[in-house]
């Protein structure tokens, strides 16, 4: 909590004597109640009498708890027991007070029945010292939250509905926000209440004082008066800024049109309250633009009327809300991603190809070295860069996953780099991308062989100087991440065709680690066999005890083009087959003899290419489900299909 200083005596300037403040201050769009030591009502701004359906006559001179009663309907009321102890506490100890999100129940006008109406609120109790250096008045601040708790309740009841045996989470961080928001606008106010007394100086110390930035201005728009706080959010000393046009405070690209909007408003005046979903900017001395929400309002003076504008600095709220916003997406991301199946849960195997591959993680994983993985589909690459992820320094934050085969050219770039609200057709919210979500993280981009040629240079960009905007958005948004990168393609043949960036692949290139493909690990197939066995086993509530010997010379003989995915699928397929705890191996699908048949291939992607041709005259055709040829295969349907357009392969090929 903070001790309240004294105000600084000289800060208003020669105009402040022809101002009214006392109709300043009820002007401002907080809601204010000032109490004197007996807790009697001295003060009330306008904007707090709108909020509890009072009038200034009606309560001024008056008890706070007397207007404000419990409401005698609930049978455990605590508003008035909890806000009196606030108060008490603040008389007491001298320092302001900021309650939780308090449920206080307002009574309606007698004229509307004068029955209780359901409220919670956010508020904040602040003394005002007087020379004495006792407690003169209490500022008590608060902020209407009834539609944020009442939203959050609604949710907390579908949720309840939807997962009846789910715990029902506390309010999210949405309610609190406005709360925390709330202190944050009261700090500045916090220094300087001591200041405030009964007088005309009174009020003037607490428009000089408020947390907002206030600015009156006369009919033409020339600035009469600013606060303290207008000059530290602009940057701008109090004598620059007095007898200037307020465009001066305009962002330039708004700042013609502007005078002609302050001439209609003028002439038709009236209140214009903050939170109207205007989106406003503000521009400060240095150049430089923030977002703002401004309260307008008329005041007549017998000088003529001067507009009162309030301006409040969205800045750190913004900030709040991206970082709320980002934290949820991050959010949903994982839980998304704890639904996935990645193959196996450990990297199983003891050949020396594996093991080489295993001491490039460790090398690798502590630093922040770009990392590219290659190897043939099947093998394993997400799981060794999980590896790498949660060996390096980053392991604490996000493994943010992409794969550029699997989604469509036109939507890959709002995927990659997020979206505004309305960038394009059908771009109904803000969307974060991969690479925001990946922050402090690791990005790792599987089948980078795919990415669009057109998006190459904007993700080199994003590598090398650490920053990117979303579509829709000049803002540059900064991102600290490491990449992971994999494929199955050659990329360096590729850039000889001119199908890849090579300014890219040298940068993807940092640190390439090379995978064997399973044919070549051999002597893991076994253990490779068994942990699948136990596995899809146990899943099963099933007990395989047995493999027979001719089953695993088979298995092992076989060449396993879909490498270790493939030999996962067959093995469950063989679990789901077996009845007894001997394991019965479907061997027909493998066309194995005692020695490999002859092959009319030359190499290795004619010897795919016939395979694959031969699981699809098998499957009739038939790509995707359960005994769809990519299943078969130990493939998914988008890697199949940039599999068969790889090789050539045609529909009239194998139907």
Same mark, same amino acid.
């Given at each position: 909590m903070?001790?309240?200083?004294?105000?600084?005596p000289?800060?208003m300037?020669?105009?402040s004597?022809?101002?009214d403040f006392?109709?300043l201050?009820?002007c401002?769009?907080?809601?204010?109640?000032v109490l004197?030591r007996?807790?009697?009502?001295v003060?009330?701004?306008?904007a707090y #009498?709108?909020?509890?359906?009072t009038?200034?006559?009606?309560?001024?001179?008056?008890?706070?708890?007397d207007?404000?009663?419990d409401n005698?309907n609930?049978?455990a009321?605590?508003g008035v027991r909890?806000l &009196?102890?606030s108060l008490e506490?603040?008389? &007491?100890?001298k320092v302001? *007070?900021t309650?939780?999100?308090?449920k206080?129940?307002?009574?309606k006008p007698a004229?509307?029945? /004068?029955?209780?109406?359901?409220r919670?609120?956010s508020?904040?109790?602040s003394p005002?010292l007087?020379?004495d250096n006792?407690?003169a008045?209490i500022?008590?601040?608060v902020?209407?939250?009834?539609?944020?708790?009442?939203?959050?309740q609604q949710?907390?009841r579908r949720e309840?509905?939807?997962?009846p045996h789910g715990?029902?989470?506390?309010?999210?961080?949405?309610?609190?926000?406005?709360a925390?928001e709330?202190?944050e606008?009261n700090?500045l106010?916090e220094?300087?209440?001591q200041a #405030?007394? &009964?007088?005309e100086?009174h009020s003037?110390?607490l428009f000089e004082f408020s947390?907002?930035a206030v600015?009156?201005?006369?009919?033409q728009?020339k600035i009469?008066e600013?606060?303290g706080?207008?000059?530290?959010v602009?940057?701008y000393?109090?004598?620059?800024?007095?007898g200037?046009n307020?465009?001066?405070?305009?962002p330039e690209?708004? =700042?013609n049109?502007?005078p002609?909007? @302050?001439?209609d408003y003028v002439? $038709?005046a =009236?209140? @214009?309250?903050?939170?109207?979903g205007?989106?406003?900017?503000a521009?400060r001395?240095?150049?430089t633009?923030?977002?703002?929400d401004?309260m307008l309002?008329?005041?007549d003076t017998?000088?003529g009327r001067?507009v009162?504008?309030v301006?409040?600095? #969205?800045t750190?709220?913004?900030?709040?809300?991206?970082? #709320?916003r980002?934290?949820?997406?991050?959010?949903?991301?994982?839980?998304?991603?704890?639904?996935l199946?990645?193959?196996? *849960?450990?990297i199983?195997g003891?050949?020396?190809g594996?093991?080489r591959?295993?001491?490039?993680?460790?090398q690798v994983?502590?630093?922040h070295a770009t990392v590219l993985? !290659?190897g043939e589909?099947?093998?394993?690459k997400e799981?060794?860069a999980?590896?790498i992820h949660?060996?390096?320094?980053?392991?604490?934050h996000?493994f943010v996953?992409?794969?550029?085969?699997a989604?469509?050219?036109g !939507?890959?770039?709002?995927?990659? %780099?997020?979206?505004?609200k309305g960038?394009?057709t059908?771009?109904?919210?803000?969307?974060i991308?991969?690479l925001e979500l990946a922050h402090?993280g690791?990005l790792?981009l599987?089948?980078? /062989?795919d990415?669009?040629?057109?998006?190459?240079p904007k993700?080199l960009?994003?590598?090398?100087?650490?920053?990117?905007?979303? !579509?829709?958005?000049a803002?540059?948004?900064p991102?600290n991440?490491?990449?992971i990168? +994999?494929?199955?393609r050659?990329l360096a043949?590729m850039v000889?065709?001119?199908q890849f960036r090579? *300014?890219?692949?040298?940068r993807?290139?940092v640190?390439?680690?090379q995978?064997p493909?399973?044919?070549?690990? $051999?002597d *893991?197939i076994?253990?490779l066999?068994r942990y %699948? +066995?136990?596995?899809?086993? &146990?899943?099963?509530?099933?007990?395989i005890e047995?493999?027979?010997?001719d089953v695993?010379?088979?298995?092992? =003989?076989?060449?396993w083009?879909?490498?270790?995915?493939e030999l996962?699928n067959?093995?469950?397929r063989?679990v789901?087959l077996?009845t007894?705890?001997t394991?019965?191996?479907?061997l027909?699908e493998?066309h194995l003899?005692?020695e490999?048949?002859p092959?009319?291939?030359t190499?290795?992607e004619?010897?795919?290419?016939?395979?694959i041709?031969?699981?699809?005259?098998?499957t009739?055709g038939m790509?995707?489900?359960?005994q769809?040829a990519?299943?078969?295969?130990g493939?998914? =349907?988008?890697?199949?299909n940039?599999?068969?357009?790889?090789?050539?392969?045609k529909r009239?090929d194998?139907?």
């Amino acid at each position: 909590m903070y001790v309240p200083c004294a105000a600084a005596p000289g800060t208003m300037s020669k105009a402040s004597h022809s101002l009214d403040f006392r109709a300043l201050f009820e002007c401002l769009p907080g809601l204010y109640l000032v109490l004197d030591r007996d807790l009697t009502i001295v003060a009330v701004s306008d904007a707090y #009498l709108r909020a509890t359906m009072t009038k200034r006559e009606e309560i001024l001179g008056r008890g706070v708890f007397d207007v404000f009663p419990d409401n005698p309907n609930e049978s455990a009321p605590s508003g008035v027991r909890n806000l &009196r102890a606030s108060l008490e506490r603040v008389l &007491r100890e001298k320092v302001s *007070d900021t309650m939780a999100v308090q449920k206080y129940d307002i009574r309606k006008p007698a004229g509307e029945g /004068g029955a209780f109406e359901e409220r919670f609120w956010s508020p904040i109790n602040s003394p005002v010292l007087g020379p004495d250096n006792s407690v003169a008045y209490i500022v008590h601040r608060v902020e209407d939250v009834t539609d944020f708790v009442r939203i959050k309740q609604q949710e907390s009841r579908r949720e309840a509905v939807q997962d009846p045996h789910g715990k029902t989470s506390p309010m999210e961080p949405e309610v609190f926000l406005r709360a925390r928001e709330v202190l944050e606008a009261n700090r500045l106010l916090e220094s300087a209440n001591q200041a #405030l007394a &009964r007088s005309e100086e009174h009020s003037r110390m607490l428009f000089e004082f408020s947390p907002d930035a206030v600015i009156v201005t006369d009919g033409q728009g020339k600035i009469a008066e600013v606060n303290g706080q207008a000059e530290r959010v602009f940057g701008y000393p109090r004598t620059e800024l007095l007898g200037q046009n307020v465009e001066m405070l305009v962002p330039e690209r708004f =700042r013609n049109a502007h005078p002609q909007y @302050r001439k209609d408003y003028v002439e $038709q005046a =009236r209140i @214009r309250p903050m939170g109207v979903g205007l989106q406003l900017s503000a521009r400060r001395k240095d150049g430089t633009e923030f977002p703002v929400d401004i309260m307008l309002g008329p005041i007549d003076t017998p000088r003529g009327r001067i507009v009162l504008t309030v301006i409040r600095d #969205l800045t750190e709220k913004r900030q709040a809300e991206e970082a #709320l916003r980002r934290s949820q997406e991050e959010k949903r991301y994982l839980e998304e991603e704890l639904t996935l199946t990645h193959g196996f *849960d450990e990297i199983i195997g003891e050949s020396a190809g594996l093991k080489r591959v295993l001491k490039q993680v460790e090398q690798v994983a502590p630093t922040h070295a770009t990392v590219l993985i !290659l190897g043939e589909t099947g093998t394993g690459k997400e799981l060794i860069a999980r590896a790498i992820h949660n060996l390096s320094p980053r392991r604490e934050h996000a493994f943010v996953r992409l794969n550029c085969s699997a989604i469509p050219t036109g !939507l890959l770039e709002s995927e990659l %780099f997020g979206h505004e609200k309305g960038a394009f057709t059908g771009a109904i919210a803000q969307k974060i991308g991969r690479l925001e979500l990946a922050h402090e993280g690791t990005l790792f981009l599987d089948e980078i /062989g795919d990415l669009p040629l057109e998006l190459q240079p904007k993700i080199l960009r994003a590598l090398q100087e650490k920053e990117f905007e979303r !579509l829709g958005s000049a803002r540059t948004i900064p991102v600290n991440l490491r990449l992971i990168a +994999a494929t199955n393609r050659n990329l360096a043949k590729m850039v000889e065709e001119g199908q890849f960036r090579s *300014d890219l692949y040298y940068r993807l290139k940092v640190f390439p680690v090379q995978i064997p493909p399973l044919r070549e690990r $051999q002597d *893991d197939i076994p253990v490779l066999i068994r942990y %699948f +066995a136990n596995l899809h086993a &146990r899943r099963m509530n099933r007990r395989i005890e047995t493999i027979p010997p001719d089953v695993m010379q088979a298995l092992v =003989r076989w060449h396993w083009p879909g490498n270790i995915r493939e030999l996962e699928n067959f093995i469950e397929r063989a679990v789901i087959l077996t009845t007894g705890t001997t394991l019965r191996a479907p061997l027909s699908e493998l066309h194995l003899s005692a020695e490999p048949p002859p092959s009319s291939s030359t190499n290795l992607e004619d010897a795919e290419r016939e395979h694959i041709l031969r699981v699809l005259k098998e499957t009739k055709g038939m790509l995707s489900g359960p005994q769809g040829a990519a299943a078969r295969l130990g493939l998914k =349907r988008t890697t199949l299909n940039s599999r068969l357009k790889k090789l050539g392969i045609k529909r009239s090929d194998y139907i």
